[in-house]
C-alpha cells in the first residue's frame, strides 16, 4: 500500500527565514510520481510541481525548491525567504505510474503542513 | 475557462436528510474524483471515475453514491447523512491519470456540517 508521512503538523517561521517542509513516502512500486499541492486559507488546492521516481535531480522554482531522496524515500520542500503570502497547507501526495498493480488512478495525500509565517 | 466547479458552497444537513453535491469540470478530463478532508488530515478518496459510464471506489466509499453520465458533471450523492461525514468535500479532475504525471484540478471545495 501507498503512503505519505508528512510528520510536521505545523511550523511558523519569522518572515524572510527559509524553511523546508519534510515529505516521506511508501511504496511498492518501482515507478511513482509525487506531487505537492498548496492549500492556502481561501481552501483551494493548488499544484505546485510533480516529480517522477526516475528523476532525482532537484528544482527550483523562484522561491521553491524541492529535494528528492529515493535511497531515504522522501521529497522534501523549500521556501526560501519566506512571505506573507506563503502560509497555507501544503501536502505531499504519490502515486503509482501506469504500470501500477495498486490504482494509478489516485493519488495519497499526507496529512499537510500547516505554515505559519510571523511578521 | 471555469475548471472544476462544485456547488454548494457551504451546506448543513440534519441526521438522516439525503443530498447531491454537484461537480463540473470543463476541460474535457476524462479523470473524476471526490476527495473529504477532515480537519487536520489528508485528502481521503472517496469515488473516482475513468470516464462517462465507470466508476470505482476509494479508500472510503461507505454511505456516498456517484453516478458519471457525462464526461462534465461527477455528482456525490450522500444518501442518509450522518455526523460523521461532516467534512470539506473536494472534486477534481485531470486529463490522464495522475500516475501518468497529470496534476489534479481541484474545485473549491464544499463544506459540508451534519446534525
Known amino acids: 500500500a501507498q503512503k505519505v508521512t508528512q510528520a510536521q503538523t505545523e511550523i511558523s517561521v519569522v518572515e524572510k527565514e527559509d524553511v523546508t517542509l519534510d515529505c516521506v513516502y511508501e511504496?511498492?512500486?518501482?515507478?511513482?510520481?509525487l506531487f505537492w499541492y498548496k492549500q492556502p486559507p481561501s481552501g483551494e488546492l493548488v499544484f505546485l510541481i510533480r516529480?517522477?521516481?526516475?528523476?532525482?535531480q532537484n528544482e527550483i522554482s523562484g522561491r521553491y525548491s524541492w529535494n528528492f531522496q529515493k535511497s531515504t524515500s522522501s521529497f522534501n520542500f523549500t521556501i526560501t525567504a519566506s512571505q506573507v503570502v506563503d502560509p497555507a497547507v501544503y501536502f505531499c501526495?504519490?502515486?503509482?505510474?501506469?504500470?501500477?498493480?495498486?490504482?494509478?488512478?489516485?493519488?495519497?495525500f499526507g496529512t499537510g503542513t500547516r505554515l505559519t509565517i510571523i511578521p | 475557462n471555469a475548471g472544476v466547479t462544485q456547488t454548494p458552497k457551504f451546506r448543513i444537513l440534519k441526521i438522516g436528510q439525503s443530498m447531491t453535491l454537484q461537480c463540473t469540470q470543463d476541460?474535457?478530463?476524462?479523470?473524476m474524483y471526490w476527495y473529504r478532508q477532515d480537519p487536520g488530515m489528508g485528502l481521503k478518496l472517496i469515488y473516482y471515475?475513468?470516464?462517462?459510464?465507470?466508476?470505482d471506489k476509494g479508500e472510503v466509499p461507505n454511505g456516498y453514491n456517484v453516478s458519471r453520465s457525462t464526461t462534465e458533471d461527477f455528482p456525490l450523492r450522500l444518501e442518509l447523512a450522518a455526523p460523521s461525514q461532516t467534512s470539506v468535500y473536494f472534486c477534481?479532475?485531470?486529463?490522464?491519470?495522475?500516475?501518468?504525471?497529470?496534476?489534479?484540478?481541484f474545485g473549491n471545495g464544499t463544506r459540508l456540517t451534519v446534525t
Open positions: 477534481a479532475s485531470s486529463y490522464v491519470r495522475p500516475g501518468d504525471n497529470s496534476p489534479l484540478h
Open positions: 511504496t511498492r512500486d518501482t515507478t511513482y510520481y
Open positions: 516529480r517522477n521516481s526516475f528523476d532525482e
Open positions: 501526495a504519490l502515486s503509482g505510474a501506469l504500470s501500477s498493480n495498486f490504482g494509478n488512478e489516485k493519488l495519497t
Open positions: 476541460m474535457n478530463h476524462n479523470y
Open positions: 471515475s475513468v470516464g462517462a459510464g465507470i466508476t
